[in-house]
């Protein structure tokens, strides 16, 4: 299992499916999996059920999918507020795609599927999410300025398993 963490605009699901890609194993976009088993859009799901009833299912997802069988795990850029989240993942392999503030906004600032973006202080949230990303990282991997190739060969590099499949 691999589990990639990260704020919104991080490219965790791009950089997510190349790596699977790459190491022959499943993507699982934890997001993904939630919509499927609501029937519901997240952001629908911020609509109609409020932010709250999103981290209790999107708690309860990612720890089913840790318990399953080996993926790359991508999860929503807020997973760690839930302490649930934060105890499951520390045996797990944590990678964190660290990218600046201004990037993130860049790359996802008009996605209208992305209800966190609405948050009044959102420079205020990247900055309060930091500590809770890198006390669960195993490894950090710097994403600004680079392609998404680029960040799976340091990925990989960093997790030691640079020659796997090749
Ligand atoms: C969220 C990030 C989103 C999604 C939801 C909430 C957040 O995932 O889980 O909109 O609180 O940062 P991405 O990080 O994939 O955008």
Redesign the pocket.
């Known amino acids: 299992m691999i589990v990639l963490i990260?704020?919104?605009?991080?490219g965790?699901?791009t950089v997510g499916g190349l790596l699977a890609e790459h190491l022959g194993m499943p993507f699982v976009?934890?997001?993904e999996v939630?919509e499927a088993s609501e029937g519901l859009a997240?952001?629908e799901i911020?609509e109609t059920l409020g932010?709250a009833e999103?981290r209790r299912v999107?708690a309860a997802t990612i720890t089913g999918l840790l318990a399953g069988p080996d993926v790359v795990l991508?999860?929503?850029?807020?997973?760690l507020?839930t302490p649930e989240v934060r105890a499951a993942l520390v045996d797990q392999q944590v990678v964190l795609l660290d990218v600046v503030f201004g990037e993130a906004l860049e790359r996802?600032a008009a996605?209208p599927?992305?209800?966190?973006?609405h948050?009044p202080d959102l420079s205020g949230?990247y900055e309060r999410?930091q500590d809770a990303y890198q006390e669960a990282a195993r490894v950090v991997v710097q994403v600004s300025g680079r392609s998404p190739r680029e960040v799976v060969a340091d990925v990989l590099g960093a997790l030691g398993m640079d020659s796997v499949g090749e």
């Open positions: 990260g704020f919104m605009g991080a965790k699901s976009d934890s997001d939630i997240v952001r911020f932010e999103f999107e991508a999860l929503g850029g807020g997973a507020t996802v996605d599927g992305r209800p966190m973006l948050t949230l999410r």
